[in-house]
């Protein structure tokens, strides 16, 4: 996108220069630029400079309020990456939190997508109700959702109740049923030479699956809505096709709309990942990074290390890593899946 | 085009300054920011906010609800960085530090030289949770104790005598054991260590840092023994319960509970949340084999270095208004918040509702066991490694000894931080 924005603004400086009508088009340009000054100016002020400023801070020891610091080099990073285990605590979490809500988002996204690619009655009215949570605000959401998953006066657990099943400690409870792998995991690990402690993110917690259960819930609307644009984009000659061929359901999503959804799959992908690793409200509101610091997630560790302890350049380097991180990521993505996509069609 | 708009601009630029120099010579505006919620004071400072601005017409003050302590802080901690901090804001006990340190507040001495409220009249225990290193930067506003509220019907129940409210720590455990025999509840619960983690601390003969503030010492053989006996409670006894703080009110008002520490600022909303369901004891915070000692919470207002010195003169004549006997015996009569100046306390608003209400008088009792509490300015951090630690205790039942070592780790590394980066 930025690429492609900055070969547009190129060839328009270009033809400025060597058009030779350049007289009436400079008007043009002029307008075109003042167009684009406000969008400029915003981008600027909110995300250029702050990511500018970013980079200059996390090679300080800037305290938030004290009026004086002073370089220190790598010593943030050398901090970050040796003498740190919240900070690894973090990172561990945060993959986690990608692991299990990317996939299921997708999952459900598609589900749900192909089911409302039919004909079937109410269909506005449903579509539009799988897609409401997107655009309520997570702060909100996720008060409800906290006061949803109270262990006494909780819808859930009022659910569980009636169903017969025990109640729950949805938010605060450090261990799930997914801990036992970790219990058999911390032998080996120990084995290794390792210290366990340093991967206690691997024991997921009930109060993670909690918070992955909303964003799951919250977001899946609107991957739905990307891939009912890529549905509605394959022709239906090729389901045509296959019916005369007498191929079976489930062949004609295997071997026709799988395949041609995968550049919409590679976008939500990318999409999701880049959101999924700054989760950050629903963490703050719901468990503040708690139980025992199970749902601390990179960017919640980001926000405390500046606001709490007030480090705001270790704060810095912090999301220096995240950020190049998220690009290490994408690049991978790229050269990984992007080479598979079928862009032709 | 833009020629023909320069005079009438240049016109509207000269009237609009004009005008607006001849307001603000007239009118000193300045900001307050308070954390006081609705039930906790939030109508009175109004109130005085709107008294005040009727009595001066030269002045008019903006009273801020800022949100509460945290958002306050955060509030303020932006609004410094940003280089536009209020003229005047309340900090929580352990926060204003972190300002003291950024040197973005005043000396508050210098103001009262020419003051009518009497300096040396502020109960001087209280002073000290406004003193660093010798100089008072702050006047103690909403200080509070933590008082133990007990529920007398359950005490009658349990047949324990409900006008002797336990007075150790022992005596807490004892009485939990019995009430918890005869009627199946609680007896005392325990929510995210704040303050009242210094005052177990206090009782056990435990320092959270040493005088000098150059080592933390929370981790001490007697912290230890505080912290076992409170997670015995819990795990071995089974007669305590631990959660959130909201919970436990739950539980205490619901009558599943018969014993919570809480603060005396919540003293008039506890009385009337126990009406028509039992009758409320109030009692001092019990002792440990040390003795009392109790940490004084809440509040105090901070005068921030900015603005002109008409700004400064007029933040402080607010100040100096709501802590006038009769404004400061009020706010404390209606909350529940300590009356921090001898005149104040002395003063019959509060004297009579001392009378009728003795309950109000707890917390007055327990100033001579008062501590100010720790004052480094990355406080946050530490309060929220002592959550964990409260995770760690109750829910994990982790090793006592090793999750505080840990605690006191994170704290001594930040008083390195804190000394190393370089202070001109």
Same mark, same amino acid.
């Given at each position: ?238 389901? %045509?096709?296959? $019916?005369?061929?007498? *191929? #079976?359901?489930?062949?004609? @999503? ?6 041609? +959804? &995968? ?44 606001? %709490?302890?007030? $480090?705001?350049?270790? *704060? #810095?380097?912090?999301?220096? @890593? ?6 290490? +990521? &994408? ?15 | ?424």
């Amino acid at each position: 996108m930025l690429l492609k924005a900055l070969a547009s603004t190129f060839d328009g400086v270009k033809s400025f220069f060597l058009n030779k009508t350049r007289f009436i088009r400079r008007n043009d340009l002029l307008v075109a630029y003042l167009f684009l000054l406000p969008a400029v100016i915003i981008l600027f002020t909110f995300r250029i400079y702050p990511a500018l400023q970013l980079f200059w801070l996390s090679f300080r020891d800037t305290l938030l309020i004290r009026p004086t610091d002073s370089f220190i080099g790598l010593d943030n990073f050398t901090r970050m990456l040796f003498e740190d285990p919240r900070f690894w605590n973090s990172v561990g979490n945060t993959f986690i939190f990608v692991l299990l809500s990317v996939p299921l988002q997708i999952f459900f996204a598609l589900l749900i997508a192909l089911g409302l690619k039919r004909k079937i009655k109410g269909l506005p009215l449903l579509r539009a109700g799988y897609f409401s949570p997107v655009v309520v605000s997570m702060v909100a959401v996720s008060v409800v959702w906290q006061w949803a998953y109270h262990p006494d006066i909780g819808l859930f657990n009022y659910v569980l109740a009636s169903l017969g099943f025990e109640p729950m400690e949805w938010l605060m409870n450090p261990y799930s049923l997914l801990s036992p792998i970790w219990f058999r995991l911390a032998p080996i690990i120990e084995a290794l030479g390792l210290n366990p402690a340093n991967f206690e993110w691997l024991n997921i917690s009930t109060a993670m699956l909690s918070v992955v259960l909303l964003v799951v819930w919250k977001g899946t609307g609107y991957y739905m809505v990307i891939y009912l644009a890529g549905l509605m984009d394959i022709p239906d000659i090729l389901y %045509e096709a296959a $019916e005369v061929d007498g *191929a #079976s359901r489930w062949q004609k @999503f295997k071997h026709i709309t799988w395949p041609l +959804l &995968t550049p919409t799959t590679y976008m939500v992908i990318i999409l999701q990942i880049i959101n999924s690793f700054q989760v950050f409200s629903s963490i703050y509101i719901m468990t503040g990074g708690g139980p025992s610091r199970r749902t601390e997630v990179l960017v919640y560790y980001i926000y405390n290390r500046a606001f %709490e302890s007030m $480090e705001l350049g270790y *704060a #810095s380097a912090i999301a220096l @890593f995240l950020f190049v991180m998220l690009l290490i +990521l &994408t690049g991978i993505q790229k050269f990984t899946i992007g080479g598979r996509v079928h862009y032709d069609r | 085009m833009f020629k023909k708009l320069t005079v009438p601009l240049l016109f509207f630029t000269f009237l609009f300054l004009t005008l607006g120099g001849v307001g603000a010579a007239e009118e000193v505006e300045i900001d307050v920011w308070h954390s006081m919620s609705a039930d906790y004071g939030l109508e009175i400072i109004e109130e005085f906010g709107e008294e005040f601005n009727e009595k001066h017409d030269d002045i008019h003050v903006e009273v801020v609800y800022s949100g509460g302590y945290d958002e306050t802080l955060e509030g303020a901690q932006a609004a410094l960085a940003a280089g536009d901090p209020p003229n005047v804001s309340m900090f929580e006990q352990t926060r204003g530090a972190a300002f003291v340190d950024a040197e973005a507040v005043l000396d508050v001495e210098p103001f009262f030289e020419e003051s009518e409220i009497d300096f040396d009249g502020f109960f001087e225990e209280l002073m000290e949770t406004a003193t660093y290193d010798d100089t008072i930067y702050g006047i103690p506003y909403n200080t509070s104790t933590p008082l133990l509220y007990y529920n007398k019907d359950m005490f009658e129940e349990a047949g324990l005598d409900p006008e002797d409210p336990p007075e150790d720590w022992d005596e807490v455990l004892e009485y939990s054991q019995q009430i918890n025999e005869e009627l199946d509840v609680y007896g005392l619960d325990f929510y995210h260590w704040g303050w009242i983690f210094e005052n177990w601390l206090g009782t056990f003969g435990a320092e959270i840092i040493d005088e000098d503030m150059t080592e933390f010492t929370m981790n001490s053989p007697e912290a230890v023994e505080a912290m076992e006996f409170a997670q015995d409670m819990v795990h071995e006894y089974e007669v305590a319960t631990y959660g959130t703080g909201g919970e436990g009110y739950d539980l205490f008002f619901g009558e599943e509970l018969a014993m919570t520490q809480r603060s005396t600022a919540a003293l008039v909303s506890n009385i009337e949340s126990s009406e028509d369901v039992f009758e409320l004891g109030v009692a001092k915070s019990p002792a440990g084999p040390e003795g009392r000692s109790v940490p004084f919470g809440g509040a105090n207002f901070f005068m921030f270095d900015t603005g002109t010195e008409a700004e400064q003169e007029a933040s402080f004549k607010f100040l100096e208004y709501i802590v006038q006997p009769e404004n400061f015996a009020y706010f404390a009569a209606e909350t529940g918040y300590m009356a921090a100046h001898e005149d104040a306390y002395n003063h019959e608003i509060l004297q009579e509702r001392l009378e009728e209400e003795p309950r109000a008088q707890v917390t007055y009792d327990q100033i001579p066991y008062g501590n100010p509490r720790p004052q480094v300015p990355f406080w946050g951090e530490i309060h929220e490694e002592t959550n964990w630690f409260f995770e760690q205790q109750f829910a994990e039942q982790a090793d006592v000894q090793e999750a505080l070592d840990q605690v006191v780790e994170t704290g001594n590394r930040l008083l390195g931080v804190y000394d190393l980066a370089p202070v001109d």
